[in-house]
């Protein structure tokens, strides 16, 4: 049975995922992105020696991690975790000074030009408290994203975690992020190349 | 097996270089009190003549602390959301005071040293009156107001490397050793200061020995914790050796700190002695150049190598 309380999480499947930006781009419309900053972006990197490669693509976003280092840093509480396990700024009370910015260990936030505040994805609460999806997730081409609520067994994105192996980003640094992958080529090797 | 990156975003840090600046002018008036306070606290007769001189260094170099903080913030009107809305977890809530109370320390310690050396105030009249009273100063005498300054001021200063060495994933920074390389190059640049300041005086002999053996003391230990800094980076994991990788590639620190702010003024402040004034004090500029670069490379790199990781 579903327990009163939320807890929305994504799980990302990155064998359905094929790079073509989609959710990007909508991100971008949807919540008014400005043109130097990421709310949500798909890193892809090459693996393997040719003529075996593999281009692998992972769609990156705020994990809304529960022990989230950009809200233990704040130093005016603008940012905080809501009722739904979501990590939101309140754009009102935010100095801009960029702490979270550069706590957050997966560069998900970004200054908006435009409001001079940090912004950061919100799993479009807009549109899921109106019962839609987030942008992302309903604009997603190859269905590789889920959108769900973790604490709801019978969510679909539940019965997917518990179908598919999921791993997380960074697990080390304790964050326990709400965004799951599967299949992904992640915390294995450095970004830039390494071996 | 080779990983190539074809396409990666990085959302770009709004840090620029106020951060550093920032940190770099707390250092040096944290540093200059460090001086005052070897007569004050310790009660070093050699320091006497310097203890005001300095502290009044430490003051006007407190001055831009404020202005860049200001600066610093994308609304700076909201400035005043810091003072009502205190977060425990943060570092810079907890630094938001100390740089509010280490100034006023610092006033009431001004006033009350210059009560001592003789020395009238006019801007700081009524508190050098009331701090000629026991209830003036609630009790304290000097070495009292002294210590509770020194105090304010070496938190003031630490906050800022606590305020790095919190932030997860930024392997340059998560380091037992960045709050005493801080201080250490605090003291060094703040001291050098004391001297440029102390040498355009009539500055003794002795007293100006003394203060160049601190600051040569203190370039040392720097030496030990940039080279400890290496030992492990490079020895416990690859994103340790990425950063590494990463100083040494980066000139401001290298060329800027380790060479021009250290190595060389070592050489320049080798044998101290009045006749080699313009000497000792290119030494001392070179100090106080080579503090601002590590606060440069050590901001800058911190943010650039965590970004190989996210
Ligand atoms: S991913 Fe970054 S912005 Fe999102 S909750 Fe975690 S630390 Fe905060
Ligand atoms: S930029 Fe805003 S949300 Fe981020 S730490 Fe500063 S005040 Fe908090």
Redesign the interface.
Known sequence: MPTEKKRYGMVIDTRKCVGCMSCTISCKMENGVTY???RS?????????FPRVK?NFIP?LCNHCENA?CV???????SYINADGVVLVDQK???????C???C???????HEGL??ADKCTFCVHRVSMGLEPACVHNCMGKARIFGDLNDPLSEISQYITKNGVQTL?PD???NPNVFYVDA?IN???????? | MNTQDVYVVVNASPWNYLVPLYIFFKGLSVGALCISAVYTVFRSERFKTLAFPAAITSLLTFIPVPFLLLADLHQPLRFWHLLVNFNPTSVISWGTWLIILYPLCLLWYIARLGLSQGISIPILKGVQESASTSQGTFGLGLRGLSILTLSLALLADLYTAFLLGVVKGKVLWNSALLPGYFLTSAVVTGAALVLIVYLNKKPEEKTVRTLVRIIQGALALEIFFAISQWITLGATSLQGQKALELLWKDPVYLIGDIFLGILVPLVLLNKPSLNKKPVLMIGALLVILGGLLLRFSIVGVGIQAAGLWN
């Open positions: 130097d900053g990421f972006w798909v890193d892809m990197t090459e693996r393997g020696v281009r990156k280092p233990t840093v704040c130093p005016v509480k603008a009370r935010c100095i801009g000074c960029g702490y910015i550069v706590a260990p997966y560069s998900a936030r970004y200054l001079k505040v960074r640094l304790g964050t080529e294995k090797l450095p970004n830039k190349g390494g071996k």
